[in-house]
């Protein structure tokens, strides 16, 4: 869910002023430490084999990996860890893929064609208020192609398959399972994720058979697919103490050129798994007073293929209770009553202090955490994660 950058003309001698600045910009970010090559090759113009559009078929496990041509992309990982009852954990990983529209003709490794964002964070329940909440952020530049024999790059994004990575930052796909992996260690408290996920459904196809609209015209839409009700297998390092937990975790990936409509100042996502086996989608587009411009989601059974899909009328969000963060000034609904076909349910958030104040890699505030479930007579009936943007000023990814 962002917005795309124009692309550039082709470069003879120099760049228009506006363009040198936002080069220059590029050419600032971090490279992080030595990593494996990538097998990408992107030239920094939309490709039609990477363009979203309704009725294409999403092929896999080609549709798992990047989509160079496509101005935005992003693989998005949450769990919760230990028991349904008692969750002790929740943990994040996103990678975000946005192609730039500079340096097309450019050449060399350190053309910023494309730029790496990612985000992870670790949600501890029962240490209080913010301290039970790390989080960090990585950024770097890629030009979108091969490493240079002998000069392994620190970051890419496969096309062929899943794997994006920046330095020891990464999630791959290994045969069926998925692998997940973030570190900071420049921190009082030093931490780590690693994550193994294994697949207990099929994946779900969003939308119209993958194709998911974000506003009233057909172009602001996304080519979005999911795999919820994965059975995860969690390693945390906190500081001195290791953890070894099990739980559920939710995988999505999307890839769009115009997601957010002009009057959209940011949205609200809820991912679910439901202790019975389904799963649940939910999200709206918001305008600058709060109404909704746009709504969507999804209601998968236990064991099927196929998905409900919602139509924008269909869903409502009402917030019933707010946190403002300390940090920031944004305020947040972190109680919300749902409506959607599958019901009337309450989104509550198991920590207020869930925000990721990620302006220096994404370049955004956001909140983003661990939530409960409830259906009509209060009980905990799912876990996942609720994702509130535009809350700090308009998205402006």
């Known amino acids: 869910m962002s917005g795309a950058a124009r692309p550039a003309p082709a470069a003879s001698g120099w760049l228009a002023s506006a363009q040198r600045r936002r080069l220059l910009l590029a050419l600032a970010c971090p490279w992080s430490a030595p990593g494996a090559a990538t097998t990408a090759r992107a030239d920094g113009a939309a490709s039609g084999a990477d363009g ?23 693989w998005y990982v949450t769990a919760w860890l230990g028991p349904a009852e008692a969750p002790s954990h929740g943990v994040q990983l996103t990678f975000f893929r946005s192609r730039t ?15 790496l964002f990612a985000d992870a964070a670790i949600t501890e329940l029962g240490t209080g208020a913010a301290g039970g909440h790390r989080h960090a952020g990585r950024i770097a530049r890629w030009n979108g192609e091969g490493a240079v024999p002998g000069q392994p790059q620190a970051v890419g994004a496969a096309r062929d398959d899943a794997r994006v990575w920046i330095g020891d930052w990464q999630l791959r796909r290994e045969g ?48 979005y697919v999911s795999l919820p009700q994965l059975a995860a297998q969690a390693t945390l390092e906190l500081g001195r103490r ?52 746009w709504a969507g989601g999804s209601l998968r059974e236990g064991g099927s293929v196929a998905a409900q899909a919602f139509a924008p009328q269909q869903v409502r969000w009402t917030p019933e209770r707010r946190w403002s963060s300390p940090a920031t000034g944004a305020d947040y609904p972190t109680v919300w009553r749902l409506a959607t076909p599958a019901g009337e349910m309450r989104v509550r958030a198991l920590l207020d202090a869930q925000e990721l104040d990620a302006r220096r890699s994404t370049g955004t505030i956001y909140w983003e955490g661990l939530s409960e479930l409830l259906d009509a007579r209060g009980r905990r009936i799912g876990l996942g994660y609720l994702e509130m943007t535009g809350y700090a000023g308009r998205l402006r990814l």
């Open 52 to 74: 979203v559009r309704r009725g294409r078929v999403l092929r896999f496990p080609r549709d798992h990996g990047a989509h160079v041509g496509s101005r935005t992309e992003w």
């Open 101 to 115: 529209g500079l340096a097309a003709a450019l050449p060399g490794r350190l053309a910023p064609r494309q730029i």
């Open 242 to 293: 290791r953890i070894e937990a099990t739980g559920r975790a939710w995988l999505d990936h999307e890839w769009s050129e115009a997601l957010l409509a002009p009057e959209a100042v940011g949205w609200d996502w809820v991912g679910i798994n439901l202790f019975d086996g389904r799963a649940l989608t939910a999200f709206q587009l918001r305008r600058t007073d709060g109404s909704r411009l």
């Open 176 to 223: 069926e399972a998925w692998r997940a992996s973030a570190r900071q260690t420049v921190a009082r408290e030093p931490w780590a994720l690693h994550l193994r996920l294994l697949p207990t459904q099929p994946l779900l196809l969003q939308g119209d058979r993958g194709f998911s609209r974000k506003g009233p015209q057909e172009i602001h839409a996304s080519h």
